[in-house]
Nanobody, 115 residues
């Protein structure tokens, strides 16, 4: 059993910042990819950012230059630093991890950006 738990969501004004965290816990030897996805009101879940086990980074075009993904491998944790937030960034942010040939999802943390 592996669990992903997100934290750090909240309410912020446009232009502000938040940092999300996701910790993987349970029995595991290693974690391959860790990623962030989000789902806004009335929208489908979309990719935000990814960091591989080799710390190769990728971002959705909509967040490039504003968001930064990073990992603490010793703590099995991935972070998403979100700067210059826009109202369109509002949504539930989900953590994803590929661990030993299986996919895992967190329950999400809500980010609300007011105009």
């Amino acid at each position: 059993q592996v669990q992903l738990v997100e934290s750090g969501g909240g309410l912020v004004q446009a232009g502000g910042s938040l940092r999300l965290s996701c910790e993987a816990s349970g029995r595991m030897f290693s974690i391959d990819n860790m990623s962030w996805y989000r789902q806004g009101p009335g929208k489908q879940r979309e990719f935000v950012a990814e960091a591989t086990s080799g710390n190769s980074i990728s971002y959705a075009d909509s967040v490039k230059g504003r968001f930064t993904i990073s990992r603490d491998f010793a703590k099995n944790t991935v972070y998403l630093q979100m700067n210059s937030l826009k109202p369109e960034d509002t949504g539930v942010y989900y953590c994803y991890a590929h661990i030993e040939y299986f996919d895992y999802w967190g329950k999400g943390t809500l980010v609300t950006v007011s105009s």
